[in-house]
């Protein structure tokens, strides 16, 4: 069964897509399929991050202009590309006695990624859309996530959202079956943090009238909330030479 990951922050600069990124990437070199989403509507950074400039984005998808197959970017074979700094490394590189050494291993997971468009004419018709137009949009959101499952066959789906409570950060945390709150602050104020975000997310699935469309996909959510320490970028691992 899919699983929808969201990660999520209350403000910016703590980590999330950072913690995205490398996360769909391991998970793909562990042979598992993942479409990875770049839902931070307001300020999009995959293209940063791979190193990409699609033509066609979510954003195109949401607007009718485009197919799931046009958003959705193959990166596999970057992340085949890049050597992690991972402890299991020490022992992939010693076969183990059922494996022939001479057989290379097959990697078999898959890694698509959709990118948001970074241009203000595009995050402003999206953001400023009339009632009935952001109605349909979220329905062909719901539907976005509904395709991967089907026609991707997705292990995971990793959505990194917007920071705050703004209409696509709610509904990008309405859809997910685990979120993952990012944060850098260990103070008291962290246990005030976890029980307001409850409270929200609580608010939002059941309470929200903006949000019964998406009452019959998800109605319960596991929050788990991750202290970053200096987490370094997916471009920091090494690559193969």
Sequence with gaps: MTKCIAFHSYKGGTGKTTLACNCA?????????????????YAPSFQIYFQREPPKGINNFLDSAAKVEDVMFDATEIVNNIKS????????????????????????????VG?????????????????????????????????????YDADYIILDTSPGMRFWSINTL????????????????????????????????YKNKTQKLLQSVRATMIIIIIITI????LCSYKKNR
């Design 85 to 112: 700094l991972d402890v299991d490394d020490k022992n992939n590189n010693q076969p183990s006695a059922s494996q022939d050494p001479e057989q290379p291993v097959e990697k078999t997971g898959k890694l698509w």
């Design 230 to 233: 200096g987490i370094s970028p």
């Design 25 to 41: 990437g391991a998970l793909t070199k562990r042979g598992f399929k993942v479409c990875l989403l770049d839902l931070d509507i």
């Design 115 to 151: 990118f948001s468009s970074p241009l203000k004419k595009d995050i402003f018709k999206l953001e400023m859309a009339d009632k009935d137009t952001k109605k349909e949009v979220i329905r062909r959101f719901i539907n976005l996530r509904e395709r991967l499952v089907s026609e």
């Design 174 to 205: 309405a859809i997910a079956d685990v979120l993952l709150l990012t944060s850098q602050n260990l103070e008291a104020k962290l246990f005030f943090c976890a029980t307001e975000w409850l409270a929200i997310v609580f608010h939002i699935l």
